[in-house]
């Protein structure tokens, strides 16, 4: 009688059993946050000194919470909206790294894997799983971690790419069927829709994009329906990409690195969007050390990195990871992007903000950054800047000249204030 894959499932607690005190342990994020995982290993009360080693994850983060410190450490590449209180509390833990640097911490050892705790679709008939929705640093932690304990969710996107995972390589896994933690795409506000318009004119036909989550790019990527044959090679993507897809705008026809193909590393947006990568041959999901490869991104003809900001001083420093000593997010694959579009052949590397933030209080423009945060972009490597009050290029300009351009595009209010800065740093008359 054959055993069919099922059979071996067992419950969501029986599976994270094996992970014990003191270990070191990868769980997987974003959409493919294994959230029956998390639940079952945070009700556990016999464990102490757990690191739990991630990215941004979806939905709640219970090993997290206050008075489990002793049980579970959170250590965060990429700060998500869950772990930020722990973080700035001091029950986390945060890593400013490069994102394309982080499967090599896993493979060499400088972080050893005792566990990775997965989210997997279901085996095919070669026994086959997918790591669905995230590689990024997923495939490192599955080839190098001692453990693989996973969830086979049914409602998984099975995707292709570098996201093959044998059944036999998991050591335990337990078997669902519910929907993924979605992210729907925001409302856009007039202040999107501007900085929509002026980002969009600088993409030209057959230009190579990479954009982020969020309401800005969700609003270039809705004016870019006239374009034609566009490529795609991100780190991640979300829904708005499917509608470009579907108008025909984007074809990756003259990409030089996986031509005619969308080349990502993670996703995260709506069941449309699952549905759209699920079995897809068009897309193909690789390691973060792969999609965010400098070498491999400038080698695409007018590729164009499209990230946000938030905070530029009047030099061109960009902070992106924190406010002030607060962690927002991290480091992330902004650098790997805007050095990569900048050597590409007709490239630009664009960093598009609001002028300001906090309803129009504070302005994002300022005349240095906040004690404690960090620079992510550095004004060597800053290009394109955009606010909803225009476009301007600081690649190759002077500090004065920097900062004439910043004050030109930040809010009204703030302008008189900031040139006055301006003088004073500068020492000279505007």
Known sequence: MTTTWQSRAVSPAEAVARVRSGMTVFLHGAAATPTPLVEALAARTDLEGVRIVHLHTNGPAPFADPGRERSFRSVSLFTGGPLRQAVAEGRADFVPVFLSDIPHLFASGAIRLDAALLQLSPPDRHGLCTLGTSVDAARAAADTAGLVIAEVNDQLPRTH???AVPLARVDAFAHTDRPLHGHAPEPETETDARIGELVAGLVPDRACLQMGIGGIPDAVLARLGTKRDLGVHTEMFSDRLVDLVATGAVTGKYKAVHPGRIVTSFVNGSRRLFDFVDDNPLVEFHPCDRTNDTA??????????????????????????????????????????VRGAALSRGGKAIIALPSTAKGGAVSRIVPELAPGAGVVTTRGHVHWVVTEFGAVDLHGRTLR?????????????FRAELRQRLRDLRHYVV
């Open 161 to 163: 790419g570098h996201t």
């Open 401 to 413: 000249e920097r900062g004439e351009r910043l004050v030109s595009v930040a809010h009204p209010d």
């Open 296 to 337: 491999l991104i400038r080698k695409n003809d007018n590729a164009v990195a499209i990230n946000s900001a938030i905070q530029i001083d009047l030099t061109g420093q960009v902070c992106a990871d924190s406010i002030g000593h607060r962690i927002y997010s991290g480091i992330g694959g902004q650098m790997d992007f």
